[in-house]
């Protein structure tokens, strides 16, 4: 069973940065590929960024240029660097964990961006 426990959310003007951590129990994180997803008030959940057991990395586009993914697998755990945030990056940031055919989320850490 693996657990996913997020943290690092807060309110932050408009311009301002924030680093979320995502820490992960058992034993099999080095080998999986690990996600950062949002869900805005009446919206749906969506993806962010992700990152693979190699360190490979893909990005939603309005993430490009502002946010970066990345893993300690000495941690376990998988962080999310927001800088220039913007209202609309307003939502709960939850991350995912992928191993083969399973998943596992986390309960998520609300981000709130003041204009």
């Known amino acids: 069973q693996v657990q996913l426990v997020e943290s690092g959310g807060g309110l932050v003007q408009a311009g301002g940065s924030l680093k979320l951590s995502c820490a992960a129990s058992g034993s099999i994180f080095s080998i999986s590929a690990m996600g950062w997803y949002r869900q805005a008030p009446g919206k749906q959940r969506e993806l962010v960024a992700t990152?693979?057991?190699?360190?490979?990395?893909n990005y939603v586009n309005s993430a490009k240029g502002r946010f970066t993914i990345s893993r300690d697998n000495a941690k376990n755990t998988v962080y999310l660097q927001m800088n220039s945030l913007k209202p609309e990056d307003t939502a709960v940031y939850y991350c995912?964990?992928?191993?083969?055919?399973?998943?596992?989320w986390g309960q998520g850490t609300q981000v709130t961006v003041s204009s």
């Open positions: 995912k964990l992928f191993w083969g055919p399973l998943d596992y």
């Open positions: 990152i693979t057991s190699g360190h490979n990395t």
